[in-house]
């Protein structure tokens, strides 16, 4: 028997239980699976044992793997080699050394500190004395203890053939984990890259990360398949992308390749829909339910391990779904930033391009520009949204065969386009010749362009949106001052803008929380001063106390269609004052409210209107609407309409501000109207002058050619009421008799003006 104990050395060679057959070290060299040694540290203060152990297994494989011996000979000794050398499978650890317990503190050292959990340990004693607790070999992972007496070659042999099957098995798990890892951070990765050629790249990237091998020679090819028409009847293989020394032929055809070892690797992979596993050489193949199926290529130094090939294949069945949604990604990136219609980029696109040019810092000298189609909605009313496609279409084409090689173009809304370019470029007088000539459509139709645009200097911006932003705010400027004009963003408008949006979210506010009032001003007989009824007005006391005046907040209303909400409650408010001055006695006084052009312009106008009196009970003919000439002229067909239906109810109508407005007065023929209000500013010009109340008397004697009532808004002075008077004037309103009040100071003034 061989026995390995302090102080012995080795007996006979050949016992009678000697069970071990030494291999043929030249069979060693030449065994083709024999790559990879298992290092054996041997941890003893004891040459004689080192030796020992090293003559005991000297030239043995075991599971096919030569041995290498590492030599340590006190515990912080074996700690250095242990940070020194990282795939040690077995450690052969003697309990007594330099300390009685010397070998179970570099275990916890080993297991804890140092967080080595793979190596496998085998503790030997030379006293049986010192043997270790059973809690200690199971909470230190210890794989075997053995006393030197009971170490025999075969036994020694067999303890170390276990501990290194069992670390096999931990390194093989342990890789598992790790590659499973790397599958799923892969994927996530894959799936977020933004179309197929970078998807593609990024297979090549995390195959190398997989295996554990440079990106050198991995080719991803995509297999094309016929088109409808049959026209390809052999499937194309292009390379989509490409690493090392394939890297130049990314979107060449598989048979540009100069290796025909990679030309068939490639093509057997996808005619026979597997992954193949060759020495040196490995074609994934990664299937696609539309038919447009990849193979990846990949240089490998040696034969793949099982593991590996495992992990390749659970590897392409998750890169294939990705693969799926990856061309959904890109079609669902394609609807995104190509617009289809007109096949220019979409306004996300834009954005981007402007905040990445705004990234370089170069933003001096680059302007962004609006062109916005005037009356483009009116075209698509008249000859249908076929022919306004048709439209945008042919403007489109335009901008990209004059500006496309200079400047980056695109659709950022229904009927506006945006420009990035250098200033020099991006101006008025460079622009407008470009819509000088009609539009084609259909091969005959002439469209004569009509746009306004507006233009803001990226100087002036941090980003695509603010960019975007400020263009259209200079596109509004543009239209107020008619169609076919352009404007510029200053800062000046800029300011303007965010005032008027403060001042928007502080209306709201206002209306929500009931700090909008009504005031009511007094209309007189001119002659007599008879008090005849009310007008409401609109009034807005912010938080400080100060009033905005309505001009300033009623087009705000308009504009953001809050004007209706507000409309309908001030013409309730105003009646249901009304009914409780006839309630009181004052059974003969009217009301006159003003109604918006939008507020008009609601299909449910009249109904309300009629709704609201009937929930007062009031005579129709004392309530009074109050319309401009801009309402008057807007959708003549439909103001007619709903003016006759309004009279029809009994109301009486009036046009406010009479004279500012349109010049033509046919209208006032056609439309059922029972009172023209002079404004106030002509009333102002009476009194200065010969001339001064030249336009008043117009409107007197043509109300009275009419048969309108007359009304002025506006007196102040006993001078303007006497030539009012003179002229046939016959009603008045004014800070001469009294200025706009609370409702509960109506009874009163009455009390004291009637």
């Known amino acids: ?23 043929d070290e030249r069979e060693s060299q030449l065994s083709a699976v024999a790559i990879h040694k298992r290092q054996i540290l041997i941890v003893d203060d004891d040459e004689d044992v080192h030796q020992a152990t090293t003559f005991a297994l000297q030239g043995l494989e075991i599971l096919h793997h030569p041995l290498e011996f590492l030599h340590a000979y006190s515990a912080a000794e074996a700690e250095t080699i242990l940070l020194r050398e990282q795939n040690i499978a077995v450690i052969l650890l003697d309990v007594v050394m330099e300390s009685e317990d010397a070998g179970l503190r570099l275990v916890e050292r080993i297991r804890h500190d140092l967080r080595q959990t793979n190596p496998r340990i085998i503790l030997r004693t030379g006293q049986p004395g010192y043997a270790p607790e059973l809690s200690a070999v199971r909470d230190y992972d210890i794989n075997d203890y053995k006393t030197k007496n009971e170490l025999t070659r075969t036994r020694l042999y067999t303890s ?47 195959i190398a990360a997989l295996l554990g091998v440079g990106a050198e020679g991995l080719v991803c090819a995509q297999e094309l398949l016929a088109d409808e028409s049959g026209e390809n009847s052999t499937p194309q293989i292009v390379v989509v992308a490409a690493a090392g020394r394939f890297a130049g032929l990314v979107q060449r055809h598989l048979e540009e390749i100069d290796s025909e070892r990679v030309r068939d690797a490639i093509s057997r992979c996808l005619s026979m829909k597997t992954n193949l596993i060759e020495n040196q050489a490995v074609a994934l193949f990664f299937p696609a339910r539309s038919g447009n199926h990849f193979a990846a290529f990949i240089d490998s130094p040696e034969l793949l391990s099982e593991i590996d090939q495992h992990l390749l294949q659970v590897f392409c069945s998750n890169i294939a779904v990705c693969a ?67 439209v945008l279409r042919g403007l489109a084409q335009r901008l990209d065969e004059n500006l496309g090689e200079s400047c980056r173009i695109a659709r950022i809304s229904g009927d506006t386009f945006g420009i990035l370019g250098l200033s020099w470029a991006i101006r008025p007088e460079k622009l407008r010749p470009l819509f000088a000539e009609p539009l084609t459509i259909d091969d005959e139709v002439h469209h004569q362009l009509s746009v306004s645009m507006g233009f803001a200097n990226l100087a002036d911006v941090r980003s695509g949106n603010d960019a975007i932003k400020n263009a259209s705010l200079a596109v509004k400027l543009a239209r107020t001052m008619g169609p076919g004009r352009d404007a510029v963003y200053t800062q000046e408008i800029g300011q303007e803008t965010r005032e008027r949006t403060h001042l928007l979210h502080s209306l709201h ?42 001009d300033r907040f009623i087009p705000l209303a308009e504009q953001s269609g809050l004007i209706n909400g507000m409309g309908r409650w ?92 349109f010049s033509s007065l046919s209208y006032l023929d056609r439309l059922p109207i029972d009172r023209l209000k002079i404004d106030r500013s002509f009333v102002n010009n009476v009194g200065n002058g010969a001339d001064g109340a030249r336009i008043a008397e117009m409107i007197i004697s043509l109300g009275h050619k009419l048969d309108l009532t007359i009304i002025a808004e506006g007196i102040e002075t006993e001078e303007q009421r006497v030539m009012l008077a003179e002229l046939g004037c016959h009603e008045a309103q004014g800070f001469l008799f009294a200025r706009p009040m609370a409702a509960e100071a109506i009874g009163q003034w009455l009390h004291d003006n009637a």
């Open 324 to 390: 799926e949604n990856t061309r959904l990604l890109s079609r669902l990136h394609d609807q995104a930033y190509l617009d289809r219609l007109v096949k220019l980029p979409t306004r996300t696109a834009f954005i981007e391009a402007i905040d990445q040019h705004l990234s370089t810092g170069t933003t001096s000298g680059y302007t962004v520009g609006l062109i916005d189609i005037d009356q483009f909605a009116e075209t698509n009313e008249a000859f249908g949204h076929g022919y306004g496609d048709a």
């Open 160 to 206: 170390v053939t276990a501990a290194i099957r069992s670390y096999d098995q931990i390194c093989k798990l342990d890789a598992s984990r790790k590659g499973l890892e790397l599958i799923v951070a892969a994927s996530g990765r894959l799936v977020a890259e933004n179309g197929l050629q970078a998807f593609a790249a990024g297979i090549i990237t995390q």
């Open 570 to 661: 001030v013409l309730r408010s105003s009646l249901r004052t009304l009914r409780r001055l006839h309630d009181a006695g004052w059974s003969s006084l009217r009301m006159a409210i003003n109604v918006s052009v939008v507020q008009f312009q609601a299909d449910d106008f009249v109904e309300d209107v009629a709704q609201a009196i009937a929930e007062c009970e009031l005579p129709p003919a004392l309530v009074e609407l109050e319309i401009t000439e801009s309402v008057a002229m807007n959708n003549a067909a439909d103001v007619e309409n709903k003016l006759h239906a309004l009279k029809a109810l009994g109301v009486t109508i009036a046009i406010d501000d009479f004279g500012t407005g």
């Open 509 to 550: 506010a206002a209306f929500q929380h009931e700090r909008l009032f009504v005031a009511f001003q007094p209309q007189l007989d001119l002659n007599t001063r008879k008090p005849l009824g009310f007008e409401a007005l609109m009034r807005w006391r912010d938080d400080k106390g100060d009033f905005i005046p309505p």
């Open 1 to 23: 028997m061989l026995a390995l104990s302090n102080g012995m050395h080795l007996s006979a060679m050949h016992s009678e239980d000697e069970l071990l057959t030494f291999l």
